[in-house]
């Protein structure tokens, strides 16, 4: 839950509530998500507090119980970000060599069948199934492509089927 309602939010939750609202009723009405609702509820009812005693509490109070609530571990958020940073350089890394050397080798012709894909990088079109095959030789030591002995087109075709 990302979500971080305002004491108001609490108290209209609470209201609907003891209104006998539903919890899917309740983040209908308030236009937030059934789930953020159900978490608030659990945590009003994990409270040494009954419904009635939360519904009285003025703002700063509610604040302190319940506002700064979130299910995200900031230490762990922050980790979670810099490793998927990493990913990415590592990625546009690879993507780019291989731009690099491609543009130091020949485009075998066959590459070239199609009029409609490419990758375009400073200025020039680069097939992109083809930067792809290089990019996996680079990261695991042969290209992408079809089944060794495979020799038909549509089975060339298939082995970029889960790539989009």
């Not at 230490?75 to 590592?90: I, Q, S």
């Amino acid at each position: 839950m990302a979500n971080k309602l305002d004491p108001m939010d609490l108290k209209q939750i609470l209201t609907l509530h003891l209104e006998g609202y539903s919890n899917r009723k309740i983040g209908s009405v308030l236009g937030i998500s059934r789930n953020t609702v159900n978490t608030y509820m659990q945590l009003f009812a994990g409270s040494d507090y009954s419904f009635q005693e939360l519904l009285g509490f003025d703002t700063p109070a509610l604040s302190e119980l319940f506002s700064s609530h979130t299910t995200l571990d900031p230490v762990r958020h922050n980790e979670l970000m810099l490793y998927f940073e990493g990913v990415n350089k590592a990625r546009n890394h690879h993507v780019l060599a291989v731009i690099e050397r491609i543009s130091k080798e020949e485009i075998p012709p066959i590459k070239l069948l199609s009029d409609r894909y490419f990758q375009i990088y400073d200025g020039k079109k680069y097939p992109p199934k083809y930067i792809i095959s290089i990019a996996h030789e680079v990261e695991f030591g042969f290209p992408l492509g079809p089944l060794p002995g495979v020799s038909f087109e549509n089975e060339y075709r298939n082995c970029y089927k889960y790539i989009k």
